[in-house]
């Protein structure tokens, strides 16, 4: 009798724990929603400037997390040595992700953000500002309490992380005054629809700024850095009786490199000019195939392969895009597209795009980078030079 009590008090309990697993995740789970207002014509500003460019030079950040701060380093590193701030040498800027926010967050006009303290004699550049919101805010963004760990099944049953802090990070720092269309420069930031499973771009110039869910800036980067798996998609729902709903999340499902779509995107906006494209990449992972050799590698299964599957995914979109470029450049007339691409493989250290613990790491990362692609940085700075 004591072992059929104590049988059925562990299978209520199970069944309780079902219970309570069920609720937090199918009735409990965060959601992030807005408020869908079009832009109206008097906030849209054309992109006539761009159309007198001999050359088009467009700045693109790849998706990856924390590791954004790779890229961030490149950029503060490019500054350094042309003695200019990156949105006065780029026309054209985008990025997925983490990229969207650093894209967007570079063209902001007013002083960087609110990381400057009064007494601060010597504001920083926006990139410094962006550097250090990553730097402070990545804890917060990627830490989650244990019991939220312990019924989402850290991640497999609702969104790892909060959206609620994703969207309370962005208004911080975006501020909800700051509208997309005040942006310095063009900048397109691609998202995911969800219902049609295709890439919308947000654009901040032209017409196509009315197809805008909203232009509230954060708002838009919160939708497009909302990953799949990580944070609850964005809804920009209408309001009155005519009530629908746009759902947008990260696009690094899609095209975690979406380089060759704003290229297109560009030439055709654009037709018959020079198009000069700097991709920066927020660090490529390791395969485990790399350290293992053939005898327990000839018995991986499902379980073994599916980390190494992911990072394969992210491998093929880069090599996908820089074979574009190539092909691109082949067909057209020579000096029409020039490209630089800047990565680092993230070896000795590794660095999860959300492991905040190991950030500091990210700058010997990015220093590699720059020591392994010195020739070409110099030439990217000499090019940016003359062109600035």
């Known amino acids: 009798m004591k072992i059929r009590h104590v049988a059925v008090t562990f299978l209520i309990l199970i069944v309780a724990f ?20 079009p832009v109206t014509d008097e906030f849209i500003d054309s992109n006539e400037s761009l ?25 503060k590193h490019i500054e350094e040595h042309t003695g200019k701030p990156i949105d006065e040498l780029f026309d054209v800027f985008s990025g997925v992700s983490t990229g969207a926010i650093i894209a967007s967050g570079l063209n902001v006009t ?43 099944g850290n991640g497999y049953f609702s969104p790892r992380f909060s959206g609620e802090r994703l969207r309370d990070t962005m208004e911080k720092h975006y501020t909800d005054e700051t509208n997309f269309t005040d942006l310095k420069n063009y900048v397109i930031i691609p998202s995911l629809n969800i219902h049609t ?42 309001t009155g009786r005519d009530v629908h709903h746009r759902y947008y999340a990260d696009a690094g499902i899609y095209a975690n490199n979406p380089t060759s779509i704003i290229l297109n995107d560009i ?14 990449g927020a660090g490529t992972s390791p395969l485990n195939t790399m350290e293992t050799n053939y005898r327990s590698l ?9 980390q190494d599957l992911i990072s394969n995914v992210q491998r093929s979109m880069d090599d996908q895009q ?24 993230i070896i000795d250290p590794y660095v999860d795009p959300f492991d905040y613990k190991s950030i500091d790491s990210l700058k010997v990362l990015a220093d590699r980078l720059i020591c392994e692609n010195q020739t070409e940085i110099n030439q990217v700075v000499t090019n940016l030079k003359k062109n600035g």
């Not at 917060?140 to 244990?146: A, V």
Request: glycine share 6%; net charge positive.
């Open 298 to 306: 000839k018995n991986w299964g499902k379980i073994n392969w599916i």
């Open 267 to 280: 030439i055709e906006e654009f037709p018959g000019k020079k198009y000069y494209v700097l991709i920066l």
């Open 197 to 238: 499973g295709q890439l919308h771009l947000f654009k901040n110039r032209g017409e196509e700024v009315k197809k805008l869910p909203t232009d509230t800036l954060y708002q838009l980067v919160t939708a497009a850095a909302s990953a799949e798996t990580l944070f609850p998609p964005v809804d920009f729902m209408t």
């Open 51 to 75: 159309k007198e460019k001999d050359t088009i030079r467009i700045l693109i950040i790849d998706g990856g997390g924390i590791r954004g701060l790779i890229p961030l380093y490149v950029i």
């Open 110 to 152: 007013h002083a960087p953000f609110k990381t400057n303290h009064p007494e601060n004699t010597n504001p920083q550049s926006h990139t410094e500002a962006i550097i250090d919101i990553y730097k402070n805010e990545s804890k917060y963004l990627f830490s989650t309490p244990w019991y939220h760990k312990l019924l989402t």
């Open 18 to 37: 079902v219970g309570l697993v069920y609720v937090y995740n199918y009735r409990l789970t965060q959601s992030i929603k807005f408020n869908a207002y």
């Open 322 to 345: 820089l074979y574009t470029l190539k092909i691109a450049q082949s067909l057209s007339s020579e000096g029409k597209i020039n490209y630089n691409y800047l990565n680092v493989e």
